[in-house]
């Protein structure tokens, strides 16, 4: 417990922790001091003046040491001779707080009559009306008239856009420096700053590209004024005409808590919803500003049947009766292994689930997948939901003992929030520590940087975990674990300069880190592609630094696998993979992984292929001649994909904005979004198709086995009709009902419901948002925070096994001596992307990043063409000199248009050699 301060505000004892602010004290007793500056994510700066309240502290005798009493026998309190601002000014025991009396009001007052003086007078224009600090706190504690004279008005020119996706209003900006601090303090991109002095201070960028930074929009939240405002929403509504509809980001495994803000069925922007335990009150700026998809006239808007080798508009009866008749003629002849099944991972648990459902249970048939069958697949995941972190913890409380490994992962675009959690983590004390192939950006906050080589994962693991083993007493609990023996002997031989060998990471640093991770009294691991590409062997070895280290199960502590897709980890706990169901649990006869379809389907053995929410074809047109060999090609998307393009019948589903429904977000928050869009009459949510059609390929068997029993009688036929249709039928009448079936199929998800999701973990406490001028234009949580799932480990003994795990280097090549990494990039040309035309000029583009020191050796220039070539194929792109590739290590992005990696990469990495392309 946090020692306790009391003070008096006002006349009113409180009690608050240590080293608190006053302003914060007094929040704690609903008393808001007015603020402008301050904010309570950033650090107090006292620029504005706003808050300066009346401080008095007991009077000290000092001959004795004890507080001076006055003639009633109270401590005589010594008032400080100058008011003192509230945001800077720490309470202490006994201290005399005044907010409120005639001097403190003066004051106040002639700080909003300086900010008036040259502050337009545009509010009925201004984006910021109605949910602007400096108007409610004009209303409030302003002068009702200014002595200043119009003409000694300070004029800019306005606004000037700092960079596509903020402008700047220089009359309006009050120089509160909350813009300045958060990409300074929070986003880690100090990419603004001041300018000049006087009355012609100024917000500037320093950056080029201007304003490089992937959380930008988070300035128009705080800004206390309307100086910042966004380029996707100014002039597009009033606020008071929108409505915020709760909803959960659908763009990346964090889960950012958000609102689509709503007027006459149009998303006009999309605003951070206040959750501390997953997104606090930023987003990312693909968060806010790729939402234009929905509203994307690309968008199909009926079921489209292929007649005479064409793609026709047709009605949803005769599509399902088609569909359902095919399958059925499939089922019957070839059995359900001929049926073929891919879910992307951005949908939803529930239509997950019933996908599932449908091709277990009405199919027959386990070829199932969320991955999209092509060389750059990742392996699947389990040790995620095995060793996950701890229910209950949240990342915001984690600080000063806490180790953080970041493995194989680039959280920045990835999973770009976690990076700010991060950030947060280290500030409060906590230690990072990086382990990649290639440098990234949290890299500079990391108090040891683990560079390996790729390929040698393994060897890097073996180094952390040989200390562990090698302390481990003979007989104790840890050396009784299953696996314990084996992983003892795969660890014979390894040693610091092994390792430093093999992996190229310096022998010290390997020693240092392993005391770091021995001794942490919580210790989280990130990982994410590159690690998963890499495959069970390392997230396996990260499992074991958890078992080994007694902080599998523990609390505040475990894995966090950052896999793609913003539902990835609800695709795995769904079922949607051709050897285990819901749950995890075992299937008697394990299906086809997508990869292995495409192979049945050349073959010919594979007959039928129901595609939702992947493209196949987009990711590797190579596909595409799998696809034509099978009868029947079913789709279900937004938008005509490449895949789509192919199909034998196209289903047009609804997005993220007009259905409801729950994601699992990467440390396993079961989150709830809400319906925020009236969609077509011709749309269907996915769940909704695979009902139908189940029902239809359930009705038939069973009307023909019913009435092909001329014996019996038609009263005994109809029971037993009824009694088979009880058994098979679906009856969902809403996602609710699916997510009721899930609770009863998967143990993790046993109290997860829609009224649990509601006003998940207890009372929402600090997600109260007083006013606006505290946390910025960012919205109280009314849509519910949540529930963390729990991990295996904590709710079965047996679970807290280790890992199969073997050490081992990489093999090189003597004429590929660079390593090709694929390396994902937030701003990339996925479908979710589309009409995000703000976002273009960010978007990843199809080149190679090359070291300068290798594009030196090779004598290459940005804007020259190489060639890569590999033992599978070859690859032309222009080249990008970067230090954010390692020597010897080329990058080219993944999911970008006109970089087909699938031509040419052989693994999680690719051994290439790199010439100038001729011409």
Known sequence: MPELVTLTIDGQMVSVPKGTVIVEAARQIQNLIPVFCYHPKLAPVGMCRMCVVKVGTPKVDRATGKPELDANGNPAIAMMPRLQTGCTTPVSEGMVVITADEEVKHAQNGVLEALLTSHPLDCPVCDKGGECPLQNLTMGWGPGKTRFDYNDKVHFEKPIPLGDLIYLDRE???????????????AGDPVLGFDNRGRSWQIISKSDPVFDSKFSGNTTDICPVGALTSADFRFKARVWELQPIPTVCNHCPVGCNMTFDMRSNEIKRVMPRENDAVNEIWLCDRGRYAHHFVGSKQRLTTPLIRKNGTLQAATWDEAIELVSRQLDGIRSTAGGKAIGGLAGPSLPNEDLFAFQRFFRETLGSNNLDHRSGTALDLPLDDVGAQFGLTSGTDLLTLGKG?????????????????????????????????????????????????????????????????????????????????????????????????????????????????????????????????????????????????????????????????????????????????????GYAAVSQPGLSASQMFEAAQAGRLKALYIAG??????????????????????????????????????????????????????????????????????????????????????????????????????????????????????????????????????????????????????????????????????ENTGGLGTQIPAQVETSATATTLQPFKSGGRVEYADRPFTLVGAPFLYDDSALMNDANLLNNRRAKAQVALHPLDAERLGVQNGDHVTLASGRGTLTLPVYRTRLAAPGVVVVPLGVKGAPLTDIVEGAWTAVSIRRAEG
């Open 614 to 779: 992947l493209d196949p074809v987009g990711a590797d047109p190579a596909t595409a001649a799998a696809l034509k060999k099978v009868e029947l090609v079913v789709v279900q998307e937004l938008f005509l994909t490449e895949t789509a393009k192919l199909a034998d019948v196209v289903f047009p589903v609804l997005s993220v904005a007009e259905r409801e429904g729950t994601f699992t977000n990467a440390e396993r928050r079961v989150q709830r979004f809400r319906q925020a869009r009236r969609s077509l009459p011709s749309q269907r949510p996915d769940w909704q198709i695979l009902q139908s059609l189940a029902n239809q390929l359930v009705a038939e068997p069973v009307l023909a086995a019913v009435s092909g029993a001329a014996e019996r009688s038609r009263k005994q036929a109809r029971r037993e009709e009824s009694k088979v249709r009880s058994r098979t039928e679906w009856n969902y009448a809403s996602p609710a009902e699916i997510l009721m079936d899930v609770a009863g199929s998967v143990a993790a998800y046993k109290n997860v419901s829609y009224a649990t999701l509601q006003g998940a973990d207890g009372a929402w406490g600090r997600q109260t948002n007083e006013n606006y001028y505290f946390d910025g234009t960012s919205y």
């Open 402 to 582: 806490t180790v953080v490994l970041v493995f194989g992962a680039d959280p920045e675009e990835e999973a770009p929030v976690h990076l700010l959690r991060l950030r947060g983590i280290d500030t409060r004390g906590g230690t990072i520590i990086t382990a990649n192939g290639r440098p990234t950006k949290l890299d500079q906050w990391a108090k040891h940087k683990l560079r390996f080589r790729y390929g040698s994962e393994g060897a890097l693991l073996a180094g952390l975990l040989k200390p562990l083993v090698d302390a481990t007493p003979t007989g104790g609990n840890r050396a009784a674990l299953r696996g314990f023996g084996e992983l003892k002997t795969a660890l014979s031989g390894i040693t610091p300069a092994s390792v430093a060998q093999s992996a190229g990471v310096a022998a010290e640093t390997l020693t240092a880190v392993n005391e770091l991770i021995a001794g942490a009294e919580n210790l989280v691991i990130f990982y994410g592609r590159d690690a998963l590409a890499a495959g069970p062997n390392v997230t396996g070895a990260l499992a074991n630094l958890l078992v080994m280290t007694r902080k599998a199960g523990a609390a505040n502590s475990g894995l966090i696998g950052l896999i793609p897709g913003a539902n990835g980890r609800g695709a795995l706990d769904m079922g949607v993979r051709p050897d285990r169901g819901p």
């Open 172 to 186: 309006r900006c009050i120089l509160c420096a909350r813009c300045v601090r958060f990409q300074d303090e929070i």
